[in-house]
């Protein structure tokens, strides 16, 4: 059984441009979450979709916004880079109807730099 | 606000035991969950408690005080392998996680 996809792995940005990553979860596996990941800070959530709806939402700015296809595939979207976008964006599958009372499942994530 | 206190760093030796403890404030509780995540590398799932007491799984253990808002993991016959950062994360009222900045646990020969 393949595990959780993400990409790019790796990206450098310049400030002010915008970044599109991808998420494809476990096969079955309905439900997308996205977290950022900093040094010292662990982990925040960003979102989570559930059959391509947005089920729940962290206290990110609008910059930052995702969605989710009917193949269950998820990007996240951040524009108008800031330094302090640099970091570690992990997507997490499960397959739960119930939101976060189970295992999530990690990708490798995807490592932003933005210069 | 929601808050989850962990260690930063800790350091054992190998063979030994090493208790990692978690306290937690958060707005309601839906169960708390411990990854581990070696350097460079995904989170990986350890353990899922809900109820009170201990949950044993080989030679990691996990246990929960929802009175006292706290949990410890608890690894036995450290390995080197063992060599990587804690996460100890709970679900909130409106199943949200909410997560610890993670301990990170050094085994020495």
């Known amino acids: 059984k393949a595990g959780v996809t993400q990409t790019p792995r790796y990206l450098i940005k310049t400030r002010g441009q915008q970044v599109t990553l991808s998420c494809s979860p476990i096969s079955g596996h309905r439900s997308v979450s996205w977290y950022q990941q900093t040094p010292g800070q662990g982990l925040q959530f960003l979102f989570e979709?559930?059959?391509?709806?947005?089920?729940n939402k962290g206290n990110f700015p609008g910059r930052f916004s995702g969605r989710q296809f009917s193949n269950s595939r998820s990007e996240m979207n951040v524009s108008t880079l800031e330094l302090g976008d640099s970091a570690l964006y992990l997507c997490?599958?499960?397959?739960?109807?119930?939101?976060?009372?189970?295992?999530?499942?990690f990708g490798e994530g995807s490592r932003l730099t933005v210069l | 606000g929601q808050n989850i206190d962990q260690p930063t760093e800790m350091t054992a030796t190998e063979g030994a035991i090493v208790q990692i403890n978690c306290t937690y404030q958060t707005s309601g509780f839906n169960g708390l969950f411990w990854y581990q995540q070696h350097a460079g590398e995904a989170p990986t799932f350890l353990s899922y408690?809900?109820l009170d007491g201990l949950e044993e799984k080989g030679r990691f253990s996990s246990f929960l005080s929802r009175s006292k808002g706290y949990s410890y993991l608890l690894l036995k016959e450290l390995q080197m392998k063992d060599s990587a950062s804690y996460l100890c994360?709970?679900?909130?009222?409106?199943?949200?996680?909410?997560w610890g900045a993670g301990t990170k646990l050094i085994i020495k020969p």
């Open positions: 408690n809900v």
């Open positions: 997490a599958s499960s397959p739960g109807t119930e939101p976060n009372t189970g295992e999530l499942f």
């Open positions: 994360a709970v679900t909130d009222s409106n199943y949200q996680l909410i």
């Open positions: 979709y559930f059959s391509e709806t947005q089920r």
